[in-house]
C-alpha cells in the first residue's frame, strides 16, 4: 500500500523559507507526476506545483517565482522550497502522487504551514 508522508511545515514570520519533504513508500514503482496542492481554512483544496518524470515542472501563478518543487526518483521524494512567504499561503499542504487510475490518486495527511505577517 502506498503512503506519502510530509514533513518540514512549521511557523514562519512573513518573507521567510521554508522546505516541504515527502516521501514515499510501499511502491516499487516510480511514480510519473509528484505534485503538492495546499487547503487554506474555508477553502478548497488548489494546486501548488507538480513535476513530471524528472524535471519537467508546473506552477501555480501563486507559487511562480517563490516556490521551487524538486524530486528525488531514486528515493520516491518530493520537495517544495517556499521563499518570501505571504501570510495568504497559510494552509496545510499536501503531497500528491499519481497512481494507475487517476493523475494523483495517492495523498498525504497534509503538514501545516503558518505563515505570521
Known amino acids: 500500500q502506498v503512503q506519502l508522508v510530509e514533513s518540514g511545515g512549521g511557523l514562519v514570520q512573513a518573507g521567510g523559507s521554508l522546505k516541504l519533504s515527502c516521501v514515499a513508500s510501499?511502491?516499487?514503482?516510480?511514480?510519473?507526476?509528484m505534485g503538492w496542492f495546499r487547503q487554506a481554512p474555508g477553502k478548497e483544496r488548489e494546486f501548488v506545483a507538480q513535476?513530471?518524470?524528472?524535471?519537467?515542472?508546473y506552477y501555480a501563478d501563486s507559487a511562480k517565482g517563490r516556490f521551487t518543487i524538486s524530486r528525488d526518483n531514486a528515493n520516491n521524494a518530493v520537495f517544495l522550497e517556499m521563499n518570501s512567504l505571504k501570510p495568504e499561503d497559510t494552509a496545510v499542504y499536501y503531497c500528491?502522487?499519481?497512481?494507475?487510475?487517476?493523475?494523483?490518486?495517492?495523498w498525504g495527511r497534509g503538514t501545516q504551514v503558518t505563515v505570521s505577517s
Open positions: 500528491a502522487a499519481d497512481g494507475p487510475t487517476t493523475k494523483y490518486e495517492y
Open positions: 513535476v513530471r518524470g524528472s524535471d519537467t515542472t
Open positions: 510501499g511502491s516499487s514503482v516510480s511514480f510519473n507526476y
